[in-house]
């Protein structure tokens, strides 16, 4: 079996932040070493033991997507850099990380939703909005929307969680030249890979995407993980009813296994073995069938 990695250090490398899942390190003023973990996170909270290959999973998966993109939108940038690693690098980083171009970050959480579930399904079903935006008389739970939203939220400290905003207090927060430019990449992105997906099994009902700001450019960057299932809810295709909640190709089962065991955002938790790997398989088969690779 892979081993698990749930903690990175790079010797000679300074490490500028970790986040949920990530390790970021400098490796001079305009490039990062990206590296993600095999640590999950579900309700905000990292559990203990983490998950065998989801960090390479994670990597390659946001790889395949950077390449996909550029091929339809040439135009936008995007972070990556290169997947190889210079020789004075651990070589056994390379499967879980990237060379990034280091950015300022977009103080936004670039939300994409196709379909309405989740906390907009929550929002639509109290009040008839998403977002604040109205949305049409008698939509279901789970139903594809007419149109693509674009459906923004702050990013929170650590610790904290992520407020849903309207267009309008994006807008406030980073200004209608960003804004404008993050919500029409964002939706662009969206629509080729919800096609794309479609195609191979797999509706991507929503997803997050995260975005730097080229100054001299005066344009976006594409940043962060791209289109994986912990940045996006994955239903199977085969498996979607609409008027109910889906089971989503990620963190379902321990969610699940954390509601029923009253494990639901404590600290300190260790997953037991047949929820790992059960955990696993589905990270696995969510590359398998996007990329159409086998998973070695
Ligand atoms: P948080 O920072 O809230 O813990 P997270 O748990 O999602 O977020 P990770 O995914 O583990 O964080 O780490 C990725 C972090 O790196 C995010 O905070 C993201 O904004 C930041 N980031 C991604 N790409 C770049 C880049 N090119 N330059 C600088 N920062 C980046
Ligand atoms: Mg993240």
Known sequence: MADVVTKVEVPGLKKTASG????????????????????????????????????????????????????????????????????SLPQTLTPR????????????????????????????????????????????????????????????????????????????LVGEGVAGKVEEASLRIYEIARDYAEERGIIIADTKFEFGWDEAAQEVVLIDEVLTPDSSRFWPKEKYEVGKSQRSYDKQYLRDWLTSSGLKGKDGVKMPEEVVQETASKYREAYEMLTGKKWA
């Open 20 to 87: 949920k899942v990530r390790e970021i390190f400098e490796i001079d003023e305009k490039t990062l070493l990206f590296v993600a973990t095999d640590r999950i996170s579900a309700y905000d909270v990292v559990l203990e033991n983490g998950i065998p290959s989801k960090g390479a999973i994670l990597t390659q998966l946001s790889a395949f997507w950077f390449t996909l993109i550029a091929t339809h939108l040439p135009n936008l940038k995007t972070h990556l850099l290169s997947t190889t690693l210079p020789a």
């Open 97 to 172: 990380s990237m060379l990034v171009r280091r950015i300022p970050v977009i103080p936004l959480e670039s939300i994409v939703r196709g379909y309405i579930t989740g906390s907009a399904w929550a929002e639509c079903k109290k009040h008839g909005t998403v977002h604040g935006m109205r949305m049409p008389e008698g939509l279901r739970e789970s139903e594809r929307l007419e149109k693509p939203i674009w459906t923004p939220s702050t990013k929170a400290e650590q610790g904290e969680h992520d407020e849903n905003i309207s267009r309008a207090r994006a807008v406030e």
